[in-house]
């Protein structure tokens, strides 16, 4: 069955293409959600998030378009990731900097020079100071929302949004002079 044979099927409610997208497609989601989470979601939820994106694609399948299926699966399994994140880490405000391990979230493979731009950008996180370094690592590794950080951490909202804009003006210097 081709992917524009799935999306016909499911567009049908054809309980064999979303078996093939489910059989053809787990590890693709899997690994997505596995490397958008850095490993800090265990196997049961990585499970219920693939479920969770099935689940949204078999309800909404109007909204794939012809020859478009699997960025169309990448686009909601980051949805879901995401989400499952943010709850995971409204249940854990805790976070333990030093056991970040910063990805690529588009990245499917450990390459060369995505190791370069992680040792980067790690570097680059390692020279802003404290709540600086955190306030990032919350906001684009955790994907927790500024209100979110500011109540955990006791800043206001405003100083907040401001650390993170200053933050990438220096990120992007940094990068930059790094030839990124």
């Given amino acids: 069955m081709t992917d524009n044979e799935i999306i016909q099927g499911l567009k049908e409610h054809n309980e064999p293409a979303i078996e093939e997208l489910i059989r053809r497609y787990t590890p693709y989601v899997s690994t997505i959600i596995?490397?958008?989470?850095?490993?800090?979601?265990?196997?049961?939820?990585i499970e219920e998030t693939a479920a969770d994106v099935f689940f949204v694609i078999w309800n909404a399948p109007e909204k794939i378009s012809e020859n478009s299926l699997k960025g169309y699966i990448a686009g909601v399994t980051k949805n879901k990731a995401k989400e499952k994140l943010r709850s995971a880490s409204s249940k854990n405000n805790l976070i333990d900097i030093d056991d970040v391990v910063m990805a690529d979230e588009y990245s499917l493979s450990d390459t060369i020079d995505?190791?370069?731009?992680?040792?980067?950008?790690?570097?680059?996180?390692?020279?802003?100071?404290?709540?600086?370094?955190?306030?990032?690592?919350?906001y684009y590794y955790y994907y927790q929302t500024a209100p979110k950080i500011a109540d955990i951490m006791g800043l206001k909202l405003e100083a907040?949004?401001?650390?993170?804009?200053?933050?990438?003006?220096?990120?992007?210097?940094?990068?930059?002079?790094?030839?990124?």
């Fill in 34 to 45: 596995y490397n958008l989470s850095r490993g800090g979601l265990s196997t049961q939820d």
């Fill in 160 to 180: 907040v949004k401001s650390k993170i804009k200053r933050a990438r003006t220096k990120l992007r210097a940094f990068l930059q002079e790094r030839g990124y």
């Fill in 114 to 138: 995505n190791q370069v731009l992680q040792k980067d950008l790690s570097d680059a996180l390692d020279q802003f100071g404290q709540p600086d370094r955190e306030i990032m690592l919350r």
